[in-house]
């Protein structure tokens, strides 16, 4: 049985095998409502909306809300601010529908001035933000969370096969039915849809792409992809446009791809023995060869 909402601005589906109440599904969609009522930067009320309007005040937060900060701090750390859960500023800027072109120096630069992880402070559950004119957005760290804690779920439920996807995060739980690997496909970068890269064969893991190719426009002449370098407040040029990442966990997997396309594969590479669960990795580069590190095998 299966069920597909709209939620996180994507298509959310998850899928499960076996003698199972159709009624779990609507608990394991319902709960990645909730988180994303807490984790929004648009959402009026929600936890990241209130921090990043309190103006430098201290903001009371959910458990869960300060969990996943304190993971983004961790992850600014490791990356060495590559990874930097301040960006939001930055990242408001920036429309990539293309139609009100590339932000102004001035404005990027007063932005970019906000950028800095290290200045979230946190006591409890207790956020605040030492700079009062930072935004938090968990964009890149919020759909790995949540594919997890439903994930979380429907272990508890004994739940033996099923497919979490949160429109890019798949998570897959035990195996498919007939006792075989789950394959999961990873599109080409700025190809069709059926038009695979190859596919991975996992079993009880996560597997997450990203990719420059997901949303982008043209502005004289030039293209605009939207990963952005909390350094330059610009997109990227690490020199990868894609990256499909398989650890044990959703949340690992999601920052890891996107700090592979912001520091480089070489670079990146060096993180992976310091991420906990990492199984391995696919990574594009702009001239189309394919690294693979670690267990992962692209199969035909």
Known sequence: MSETRLLLDTFCSITIYGDQDEELLAEALDLCAEYEAL??????GS????INHAGGNPVDVSPQTAEI??????YGELSGGFFDITIGRVITLWDFTGESGIPSGEDIAFALDTVDYRQISISGNTIKLENPDAWIDLGA???????????????????????????????VLGQKPDGKPWRVGVTRPFAGRDDLLGVLETYDASVV???????QFEHDGETYHHILDPRTGMPSGS????????????????VLSTIILLMGAENAAELFTE???????????ENGDVLQYGEVVLHD
Not at 209 to 215: F, H, L, N, T
Not at 275 to 285: D, E, H, K, Q, S
């Open 47 to 50: 936890d990241v909306w209130r």
């Open 69 to 74: 900060i304190s993971a983004g701090i961790r």
């Open 275 to 285: 991420t906990p669960g990492f199984v391995g990795a696919a990574i594009v580069l």
């Open 39 to 44: 984790f929004s930067i648009t959402l009026h």
């Open 209 to 215: 792409s990203s990719g420059v190719y997901e949303r």
């Open 141 to 171: 760290i919020a759909k790995g969370y949540i594919a997890d804690r439903i994930a979380d779920l429907l272990r508890e439920r004994e739940v033996e096969g099923a497919v979490i996807d949160l429109g890019g995060n798949i998570v």
């Open 239 to 254: 020199g990868v446009i894609g990256a499909t990442v398989v650890t044990e966990g959703s949340m690992e997997g999601d």
